[in-house]
């Protein structure tokens, strides 16, 4: 009964949906040439933000926001919340291209590099369909690589990709226990201040 419970969970579901993201850019992203940073904590002005997924290319970084969710999700690019819904039951959740910007901006800020270096992909990967209009960089399981893969312009050399990716591993704080803990108690904290 704990284990049904534990994986009905939102923290379950949205570990999977990570996985799944992370196993198709497996098969779809050459290792060499995209390289992989998950579950990426960060300092920024608010305390710390955490990135489920950074590709790192010769053609920008590529920050990606996992969305494992069921049913019909409505919202426009600028809405401040989006709406799931399941049969009768809806429920509003944060527009993932603003927390989206809200990563890409730490990450410019630790890393040193321009916005326009940087590409927010966010990825549905549950069985959910789009009942309004998104913009192409929200994405589906079955099709973010494209979106990343159509991105062919080189804007760094592989030096400079190898000195930001060292960057990143310093920048980056531990990705261990302490550092989760420490991260959801901040959003505690932020989210019972409002």
């Given at each position: 009964m704990f284990l049904v419970?534990?994986?009905?969970?939102?923290?379950?579901?949205?570990?999977?949906?990570?996985k799944r993201v992370a196993h198709q850019a497996d098969f779809q992203?050459?290792?060499?040439?995209?390289?992989?940073?998950?579950n990426v904590t960060i300092q920024d002005e608010r305390g710390t933000t955490k990135i489920d997924h950074v590709y790192a290319s010769v053609h920008g970084l590529f920050e990606v926001e996992t969305k494992k969710m069921q049913g019909?999700?409505?919202?426009?690019?600028?809405?401040?919340q989006w709406t799931q819904s399941i049969y009768r039951k809806k429920v509003r959740f944060q527009n993932p291209l603003r927390q989206n910007y809200r990563h890409m901006k730490a990450l410019a800020a630790n890393l040193d590099i321009p916005l326009s270096q940087m590409h927010s992909v966010v990825v549905f990967s549950g069985d959910s369909t789009f009942k309004t209009s998104l913009p192409e960089n929200v994405c589906t399981l079955a099709n973010f690589t494209d979106y990343i893969l159509s991105f062919d312009h080189v804007i760094w050399t592989t030096q400079e990709l190898a000195v930001i990716c060292a960057k990143m591993e310093s920048v980056r704080l531990s990705n261990d226990r302490k550092t989760h803990q420490s991260h959801v108690q901040h959003l505690r904290g932020k989210h019972a201040s409002k």
């Open positions: 419970a534990f994986l009905r969970s939102p923290r379950a579901k949205g570990w999977f949906g990570e992203l050459a290792p060499d040439q995209y390289i992989a940073f998950h019909w999700i409505f919202g426009r690019e600028n809405d401040a």
